[in-house]
């Protein structure tokens, strides 16, 4: 981003006041209010900051009006090769280019050294209900790193930021194979340093004691394509938790188990589960693919379309545009099939040529289409926003570190417009 190329004027009780504007690299423009209230007495309204650059990132670009995505510079449809490799997004989204192959096999190793859980943090899940939520497990499980790993707790270089990254990306696989295996009441399945990232994440997810799970090649891409779909977003909601934490100096476990959390919302990462509920429910004859729409629209009715519209997005998520296309080529290499994918294209077609969509420009977003290819790789519906967010953490290890390092950064704390009670006086409890 240039320094400023502009000025704003903003004129108030026969004030002129002058603003600079910033341009970013892809043109976007910015109007810099961070004097307004020092030198004005003036805040900025925007009660869900739809409209609030919250800091510079040279992380992701997203244009939601064309549909288009890029990690570092890269259109995301590049990712989607023959073999696409989550481990080298991971990297490239943390340090900002592409690893050479030294780097890559460091990475890697990094990985592979750190899959095991300490003993201690293992004999937690012992400690849970069988039936606790996964997203609830996942963040305790995060926030619990830190007790095992206080050796990260301050991170002043790019060294001890890879170790913990690398502690963090690797584990958290194992933490969302245990959590599965204990809700299935199955025996914990302990990594196998021989497999790559994500076929060991299917080893522990599915292998049986003395009876090995074969990971398929077309299972092994599909997982890294779906992980590296959900690696980076910019400046979501957990991105933004991420952020928040991150700028009280709270580190690395903690601000990562606070993105978890916000992920798990229905409006945010939670999504996953409730376009299969969704979609499940049609299917059993619930109700029929017409009726969904209907609800949707209906403003009395709380119903939404899971799995469309987008904040950012006014567009085809390019994200949804590959899952789209992935699941129809794992279903054809796998010959599976799956009536959930024809309830969904069904939903698709209706819900694109209906003008209360087009109108607000309502497209499917991310996670309408990836719960069909983890049901397909075997993945229980509960564990699908964990499944998100081992692919998103890459990206919150990115923003907290570009939020750490930034120059001059300082506490995330937004002002308020208050509308409450004016002055009043408190009341003895018997005169109330
Ligand atoms: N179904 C029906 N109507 C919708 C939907 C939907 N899925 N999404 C938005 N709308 C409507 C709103 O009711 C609103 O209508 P109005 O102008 O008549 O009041 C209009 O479209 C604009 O929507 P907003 O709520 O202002 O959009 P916002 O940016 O606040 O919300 C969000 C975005 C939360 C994603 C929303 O589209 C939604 O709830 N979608 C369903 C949940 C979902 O799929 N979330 C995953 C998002 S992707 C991700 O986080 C990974």
């Given amino acids: 981003m240039s320094d400023f190329s502009d000025t704003a004027k903003l004129l108030i009780d026969d004030k002129e006041i002058e603003l600079n504007v910033y341009t970013g690299v892809e043109g976007d423009r910015a109007i810099d209010v961070t004097s307004l209230y020092k030198d004005h007495k003036l805040t900025t309204y925007d009660p869900s900051l739809g409209n609030t650059a919250i800091c510079r990132s040279s992380i992701t670009y997203i244009d939601g009006e064309r549909g288009v995505l890029r990690y570092r510079g890269i259109p995301i449809e590049q990712f989607n090769r023959s073999k696409p490799n989550f481990i080298e997004v991971a990297w490239a989204l943390i340090f900002g280019r592409l690893p050479d192959h030294e780097e890559l096999g460091y990475f890697h190793d990094a990985l592979t050294d750190n899959e ?7 004999n937690q899940f012992m400690a849970l209900p069988v039936d606790a939520p996964p997203m609830a497990i996942l963040s305790a499980m995060i926030s619990m790193m830190a007790c095992y790993h206080k050796e990260f707790l301050q991170l002043e270089d790019e060294t001890s930021l890879l170790g913990a990254a690398a502690r963090l990306i690797s584990k958290v696989r194992t933490i969302a194979a245990f959590t599965h295996r204990r809700s299935a009441g199955l025996p914990f399945i302990y990594p196998d340093p021989n497999l790559r990232y994500c076929a060991n994440f299917l080893h522990m997810m599915f292998s049986l004691p003395y009876k090995q799970f074969e990971v398929s090649e077309e299972m092994e891409d ?6 590296i779909l959900h690696a980076d977003h910019e400046q979501n909601c957990s991105a ?12 690395l476990f903690a601000s990562c188990s606070a993105g978890v959390n916000a992920l798990w919302g229905p409006l945010h990462g939670g999504a996953n589960v409730k376009v299969m509920e969704m979609l499940e429910m049609i299917y059993r004859g619930g109700h029929r693919p017409e009726e969904c729409i209907a609800a949707a629209k209906d403003k009395n009715n709380q119903f939404r379309l899971f799995g469309f519209g987008h904040r950012v997005y006014r567009n085809y998520d390019p994200r949804a545009k590959i899952l789209k296309t992935a699941c129809d080529r794992l279903f054809s290499k796998l010959k599976h099939k799956d009536p959930l994918l024809d309830v969904a294209r069904k939903l698709e077609e209706l819900a694109l040529r209906d003008p209360y969509f087009i109108e607000r420009k309502l497209y499917p977003n991310v996670d309408f289409y990836s719960g069909i290819l983890l049901r397909a790789m075997g993945i229980p519906t509960n564990m699908f926003t964990v499944m998100f967010a081992i692919g998103r953490l890459p990206g919150w290890i990115a923003q907290w570190k570009e939020q750490h390092f930034a120059d001059g950064a300082k506490i995330i704390r937004p002002r308020q417009l208050y509308v409450g009670n004016p002055k009043s006086d408190y009341i003895e409890i018997e005169k109330r």
């Avoid at 095991?116 to 293992?122: A, I, P, Q």
């Avoid at 599909?222 to 992980?227: K, P, Q, T």
């Avoid at 933004?240 to 709270?250: E, G, I, K, T």
């Fill in 240 to 251: 933004s938790a991420v952020r928040v934490v991150c700028s009280a100096q709270a580190n």
């Fill in 222 to 227: 599909a997982l890294n394509l779906v992980l």
């Fill in 116 to 122: 095991l859980l300490h003993e201690g943090l293992r």
